[in-house]
């Protein structure tokens, strides 16, 4: 059995996700997760730059 680095859980697949520089093995429901705050995370970032008047991209 593997343990999931982020959950700590001991699962039985892991899938492998780079997050900034470094590769992390996390499981199914932390995987979900980390996608949905990513898409999250560009939303902002989109909304802030237009509130900004950013042009460039």
């Known amino acids: 059995m593997a343990e999931c680095q982020k959950c700590g859980e001991e ?8 997050v900034g520089t470094r ?19 560009a939303e902002a970032e989109g909304a802030m730059q237009d509130m900004m008047g950013y042009k460039g991209r």
């Open 23 to 41: 590769r992390v093995q996390m499981c199914e429901d932390c995987l979900e997760l980390h996608k949905e705050e990513q898409a999250i995370a």
């Open 11 to 18: 699962v039985e697949e892991l899938y492998r996700v780079k």
